[in-house]
């Protein structure tokens, strides 16, 4: 032990006696400092590791609970699934997860790269880790907002065609998408209607606020002056029925005659409807001058027409005036996004499926007229498309246009002739084929590749039912002529091949358009254009109720319009021997039919309305048929007499178009 000590302390006083010892380098603690972080890094991760394997064990989640959830809310959500061979140690899913996040780190590296050197972005690496359909579903809306006309209409046609997806990702396209492409899925045919979203949640109102008053406000918003006289007209009619509906609720009137409202029979429901229904008519009007539809905009108008369209869903004929005041502002431009934004893209697209033709129709108008990416033609007041509803791919390469007569409409006069009920009252299948308008259905089928327009105006026996008594101006046939010339030029009528329809009154204003046409150099075009015209009972040389109607002047007050039909007028005359020379010098074809049955004139009375003679034009083509002047234009079927005749007549003056 003594040399053990002995030792030791001969080997300290060696060291000290040596050179100064040496102090340790920057390096060595740094290598210090790095290996006690790594072991803490290290530490770190596996107790995370351990935590998220113990979770995972623990925590079992209903995916499918949440996924329903989430579908049940606005925005609608992608969950991509987990490739279940992909595992990592008992993480299932994680190497999935990984891959993902380098990949989308790639992209947008690609992305960045792409933008700085000014190279256009492979689509192919979009589609890296997606599913196949969401893939499909996020190019096609990227290709809709395309600067290539053609590629935006391609994919929207894609879109609207596709029906194997999920209910959130149609909804996902109605907030993704843009303006331009609603409008096109609106106007597809067939288009499923969850690509659309609905109306905004309108706020509530007070119950002491009617929505009569709100209309009354909104009329009173608008600008009274320097407005056209039917405008000013129709407002304060539809003012002055607000008042007395106001009053009578207070029970301060009641009024029996006059244009006073049947307040006896109710004091609610009954007037509400029918001041609404003065107050649309009175904004129909408004809707025709572009600065009155800005006010309509600013004054929240189309908030309040969507409510009352919810509010009278069973009044076809108020909704009919809302969706015809939607049509009319839609041909102001810079009104579109307010009406896209007031939610009336789905009710339009709801509303082009209804079997109703006249509420379709209406509804195909104002979207045609929002659709500026595909027409360049604008659609007027009046001015309706019976075919087609929707876009096509088919080129249109001509066009066929009905004009009604006296007391007809732009459908009404057009449908199928009215069966026999007592012969034909057990005959199922032939109520079933039966057609409101015979142009929209049995013609488009037969014609697809034809535009089908009608036009409609207001036309009055007698000015005791004028609508608009302080113009009678208006009801003259060169006023009607220049306002549905400039109606149907807007429309692109005249730009192709074009055959004439009229009914009675209504060939007397084709033979004035055309003769007005020849004299204004604009409008050459329509002349050179058109094909052929089929004249339904036309009076060429005058009408025998015109005669009898002008007898008894002081009891009926004929209208402007029936005195120019009077017999062997020399107006008439003049008409007819311009429009014979004009039909020569272009070779109109011309087919006429007449009627050779008297028609029921109310109760007692019955007479030949067009004879034979008057509807004789000594031009073209004569066939009698054995109908009264009401069906002379309303086939029985498509395989009568009247439809054959003119869907040949149709073919035959456009054989040279149709048949390339």
Same mark, same amino acid.
């Not at 994919?155 to 990702?169: I, K, N, P």
């Not at 009408?543 to 029936?562: D, G, K």
């Not at 311009?578 to 074809?589: D, G, H, P, R, V």
């Given at each position: 032990?003594?040399?053990?000590?002995?030792?030791?302390?001969?080997?300290?006083?060696?060291?000290?006696?040596?050179?100064?010892?040496?102090?340790?380098?920057?390096?060595?603690?740094?290598?210090?400092?790095?290996?006690?972080?790594?072991?803490? /890094?290290?530490?770190? %991760?596996?107790?995370? #590791?351990?935590?998220?394997? +113990?979770?995972? @064990?623990? *925590?079992? !989640?209903?995916?499918?609970?949440?996924?329903?959830?989430?579908?049940?809310?606005?925005?609608?959500?992608?969950?991509?699934?987990?490739?279940?061979?992909?595992?990592?140690?008992?993480?299932?899913?994680?190497?999935?997860?990984?891959?993902?996040?380098?990949?989308?780190?790639?992209?947008?590296?690609?992305?960045?790269?792409?933008?700085?050197?000014?190279?256009?972005?492979?689509?192919?690496?979009?589609?890296?880790?997606?599913?196949?359909?969401?893939?499909?579903?996020?190019?096609?809306?990227?290709?809709?907002?395309?600067?290539?006309?053609?590629?935006?209409?391609?994919?929207?046609?894609?879109?609207?065609?596709?029906?194997?997806?999920?209910?959130?990702?149609?909804?996902? /396209?109605?907030?993704? %998408?843009?303006?331009? #492409?609603?409008?096109?899925? +609106?106007?597809? @045919?067939? *288009?499923? !209607?969850?690509?659309?979203?609905?109306?905004?949640?309108?706020?509530?109102?007070?119950?002491?606020?009617?929505?009569?008053?709100?209309?009354?406000?909104?009329?009173?918003?608008?600008?009274?002056?320097?407005?056209?006289?039917?405008?000013?007209?129709?407002?304060?009619?539809?003012?002055?029925?607000?008042?007395?509906?106001?009053?009578?609720?207070?029970?301060?009137?009641?009024?029996?005659?006059?244009?006073?409202?049947?307040?006896?029979?109710?004091?609610?429901?009954?007037?509400?409807?029918?001041?609404?229904?003065?107050?649309?008519?009175?904004?129909?009007?408004?809707?025709?001058?572009?600065?009155?539809?800005?006010?309509?905009?600013?004054?929240?108008?189309?908030?309040?027409?969507?409510?009352?369209?919810?509010?009278?869903?069973?009044?076809?004929?108020?909704?009919?005036?809302? *969706?015809?005041?939607?049509?009319?502002?839609?041909?102001?431009?810079?009104?579109?996004?307010?009406?896209?934004?007031?939610?009336?893209?789905?009710?339009?697209?709801?509303?082009?499926?209804?079997?109703?033709?006249?509420?379709?129709?209406?509804?195909?108008?104002?979207?045609?007229?929002?659709?500026?990416?595909?027409?360049?033609?604008?659609?007027?007041?009046?001015?309706?498309?019976?075919?087609?509803?929707?876009?096509?791919?088919?080129?249109?390469?001509?066009?066929?246009?009905?004009?009604?007569?006296?007391?007809?409409?732009?459908?009404?006069?057009?449908?199928?002739?009215?069966?026999?009920?007592?012969?034909?009252?057990?005959?199922?299948?032939?109520?079933?084929?039966?057609?409101?308008?015979?142009?929209?259905?049995?013609?488009?089928?037969?014609?697809?590749?034809?535009?089908?327009?009608? *036009?409609?105006?207001?036309?009055?026996?007698?000015?005791?039912?004028?609508?608009?008594?302080?113009?009678?101006?208006?009801?003259?046939?060169?006023?009607?002529?220049?306002?549905?010339?400039?109606?149907?030029?807007?429309?692109?009528?005249?730009?192709?091949?074009?055959?004439?329809?009229?009914?009675?009154?209504?060939?007397?204003?084709?033979?004035?358009?055309?003769?007005?046409?020849?004299?204004?150099?604009?409008?050459?075009?329509?002349?050179?254009?058109?094909?052929?015209?089929?004249?339904?009972?036309?009076?060429?040389?005058?009408?025998?109720?015109?005669?009898?109607?002008?007898?008894?002047?002081?009891?009926?007050?004929?209208?402007?319009?029936?005195?120019?039909?009077?017999?062997?007028?020399?107006?008439?005359?003049?008409?007819?021997?311009?429009?014979?020379?004009?039909?020569?010098?272009?070779?109109?074809?011309?087919?006429?039919?007449?009627?050779?049955?008297?028609?029921?004139?109310?109760?007692?009375?019955?007479?030949?309305?067009?004879?034979?003679?008057?509807?004789?034009?000594?031009?073209?083509?004569?066939?009698?048929?054995?109908?009264?002047?009401?069906?002379?234009?309303?086939?029985?079927?498509?395989?009568?007499?009247?439809?054959?005749?003119?869907?040949?007549?149709?073919?035959?003056?456009?054989?040279?178009?149709?048949?390339?």
């Amino acid at each position: 032990m003594a040399l053990a000590a002995c030792c030791m302390v001969c080997c300290r006083r060696m060291s000290t006696a040596g050179p100064a010892e040496k102090r340790p380098t920057m390096w060595k603690s740094i290598r210090k400092l790095a290996k006690i972080t790594g072991l803490v /890094v290290l530490g770190g %991760c596996v107790f995370i #590791t351990y935590e998220v394997a +113990a979770l995972n @064990k623990r *925590v079992t !989640l209903d995916t499918q609970a949440t996924l329903q959830e989430k579908l049940k809310s606005y925005i609608y959500l992608n969950t991509t699934p987990f490739e279940e061979k992909e595992t990592f140690g008992s993480f299932p899913g994680i190497t999935y997860k990984i891959r993902k996040e380098l990949h989308r780190a790639v992209r947008r590296f690609l992305e960045t790269s792409a933008k700085v050197l000014h190279r256009p972005l492979d689509e192919h690496l979009i589609s890296l880790d997606m599913d196949t359909h969401e893939y499909a579903l996020w190019l096609l809306l990227k290709k809709s907002k395309a600067k290539d006309k053609e590629t935006r209409l391609q994919a929207v046609q894609e879109l609207a065609e596709s029906s194997h997806w999920h209910d959130y990702q149609y909804r996902t /396209v109605a907030q993704a %998408c843009d303006q331009r #492409t609603a409008i096109g899925l +609106a106007r597809s @045919k067939d *288009v499923d !209607l969850r690509f659309f979203l609905p109306p905004s949640q309108l706020p509530k109102v007070d119950d002491d606020f009617s929505i009569e008053d709100r209309l009354r406000q909104l009329l009173d918003s608008l600008p009274q002056s320097e407005v056209d006289q039917c405008v000013q007209y129709f407002t304060s009619l539809a003012l002055r029925e607000s008042s007395q509906s106001l009053a009578a609720q207070r029970g301060g009137l009641w009024c029996f005659g006059g244009n006073g409202l049947p307040y006896a029979q109710s004091l609610s429901s009954v007037p509400s409807e029918k001041v609404e229904s003065f107050c649309l008519q009175a904004l129909v009007q408004h809707s025709k001058v572009p600065s009155h539809c800005e006010a309509i905009v600013a004054n929240g108008g189309l908030q309040l027409l969507q409510r009352v369209y919810q509010l009278r869903s069973d009044s076809q004929k108020i909704q009919r005036n809302i *969706v015809r005041i939607i049509g009319n502002m839609a041909l102001c431009e810079n009104l579109h996004t307010a009406i896209v934004q007031s939610g009336w893209i789905s009710v339009l697209a709801e509303l082009t499926k209804s079997p109703h033709n006249i509420q379709a129709s209406h509804a195909a108008r104002a979207l045609a007229n929002l659709d500026r990416d595909v027409l360049h033609e604008k659609y007027h007041d009046g001015v309706y498309i019976l075919h087609p509803h929707y876009r096509t791919s088919q080129p249109i390469k001509a066009d066929v246009l009905f004009i009604h007569g006296l007391l007809g409409a732009a459908f009404k006069t057009w449908r199928q002739q009215d069966s026999d009920q007592t012969q034909n009252g057990n005959d199922a299948s032939e109520k079933e084929d039966y057609t409101e308008c015979w142009p929209k259905t049995w013609l488009a089928e037969d014609c697809p590749n034809l535009r089908v327009l009608s *036009v409609e105006y207001d036309t009055h026996l007698s000015d005791w039912r004028a609508k608009c008594p302080i113009e009678n101006q208006r009801k003259s046939m060169a006023y009607r002529s220049r306002e549905l010339l400039n109606a149907i030029k807007a429309a692109g009528v005249g730009d192709k091949p074009l055959v004439w329809v009229a009914h009675s009154m209504g060939g007397l204003l084709v033979k004035k358009m055309l003769q007005d046409a020849s004299k204004d150099p604009s409008l050459q075009t329509l002349i050179n254009n058109t094909k052929g015209i089929i004249f339904y009972s036309v009076p060429h040389h005058g009408t025998l109720m015109a005669e009898y109607s002008v007898n008894v002047r002081y009891l009926l007050f004929p209208s402007i319009e029936v005195k120019e039909l009077s017999k062997d007028s020399p107006a008439l005359q003049e008409l007819n021997e311009s429009f014979l020379s004009m039909a020569k010098k272009m070779e109109f074809k011309v087919l006429s039919f007449a009627e050779t049955l008297p028609t029921t004139i109310g109760p007692m009375m019955k007479m030949h309305v067009v004879p034979v003679l008057s509807a004789d034009l000594a031009f073209g083509d004569l066939i009698q048929v054995e109908v009264d002047h009401l069906n002379i234009c309303k086939p029985e079927n498509k395989d009568s007499l009247l439809y054959k005749h003119s869907l040949q007549f149709i073919v035959d003056a456009l054989t040279d178009v149709l048949s390339n």
